[in-house]
């Protein structure tokens, strides 16, 4: 498998090399693709959130951000949101520490020049980053089952370009780690062309911009990979902005039992407004959950969704489904050493687990249908942004979701 993945990135690099033989060759034919912005081609000074260490607040500091090379796009980002992943990874609790590091995955932006070899993408183009790719060639892009491109999935130990390994944010010529081939806590970043979904530009980029992790993610797990049936029961862990767009896909498919579980009781009201109509706090009951689920629902749940990132609420979640015929699906990111334990017969018993990132979509070729599914008024993103605030009070949007207070909290990079 490695080294199929490897020769595949060297026919890519080939292949590079001959586009871009080719593409400065028809730029020299047609002088007006030079003309992109004033810094094309240049480093630009940008502003930056920078986690320095593990779990301190992170400081917005000056950096330089390299323009784009081969496949690649530098981006003025215009808002980003604040999702889990960006915290587990900066709290770096049982994930790899990679410091100094600019985290960020969640946003909307605006091109601002482009590196050689890009096809779809021009300077102006209204862009939503995605932190796992697709390069639209390789078996995965190719397959309609999966969305795991080769090239580009998600690597969340990654804190370099996949071009030639190298960061393009640096300071005072010391590089500064990437995230997710996005960092969007920058006004400036550089991504790779794959990871970047081109939108309608009358979407207004602070409210679609959550399209580009979490509500995507809780949607599609739900339409796209549990598929639970109309007048079905689906329990959702964790009510957070995944687990409640998880809901509302729930919802979209008929489900008529939609449970949800979380330990913060505060949650459940809030819920209510995605579809969920009963509620578990673990914390209520003496015993297991799964058990208390089994009671609720005769057996067990027809589809169950984990959005926490516990490994025990996984258990939980996989446990709860009823025999014959449940399927789970695991969407939480789990620390980097967890175990999953259940005795097999739970399998055996027909029991089916999965799991999905991005809910199965793929990024350049879905995401914009989900934005002209919002711009039709089909899907509401409002409800998810409970919070605002201006690039430089960053680090109360950590606070407030390490709260449990905020669901999804707006970050205006011009602000
Ligand atoms: N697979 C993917 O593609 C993907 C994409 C985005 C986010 N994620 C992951 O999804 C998860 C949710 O992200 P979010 O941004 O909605 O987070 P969030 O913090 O907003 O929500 C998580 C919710 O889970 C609850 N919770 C935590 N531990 C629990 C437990 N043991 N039992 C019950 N409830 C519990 C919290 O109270 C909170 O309401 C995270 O693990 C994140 O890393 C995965
Ligand atoms: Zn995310
Ligand atoms: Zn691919």
Known sequence: MHKM??????????????KLLNNQKSRFLRPELYSTSAHAGRAIISKAAVAWEAGKPLVIEKVEVAPPQAS????????TSLCHTDVYFWEAKGQT????????????????SVGECVKNLKPGDHVLPVFTGECGDCPHCKSEESNMCELLRINCDRGVMIGDGKARFSQNGTPINHFLGTSTFSEYTVIHEGCLAKIDPKAPLDKVCILSCGVSTGLGATLNVAKPKKGSSVAIFGLGAVGLAAAEGAGISGASRIIGVDLNPNRFEQAKNFGANEFVNPKDHNK???????????????????????????????????????????VGVPTKDAIFKTNPMKVLDERTLKGTFFGNYKPRSDLPSLVDMYMNKKLEVEKFITHRLPFSEINRAFDLMLKGESLRCIISMEE
């Not at 690649?72 to 808002?79: A, D, F, L, T």
């Open 5 to 18: 993945h490897k020769s595949f990135r060297t026919l890519v690099h080939n292949d590079h090399f001959l």
């Open 72 to 79: 690649e796009v530098r981006v003025q980002i215009k808002y």
């Open 97 to 112: 520490p990679l410091f100094p590091r600019i985290f960020g995955h969640e946003a909307a932006g605006v091109v601002e």
């Open 288 to 330: 297991p959950v799964q058990e208390v689920i089994a009671e609720m629902t005769d057996g067990g749940v027809d589809r169950s969704l984990e959005c926490t990132g516990n490994i025990n609420s996984m258990i939980s979640a996989f446990e709860c489904v009823h025999d014959g015929w449940g399927v789970a699906v695991l």
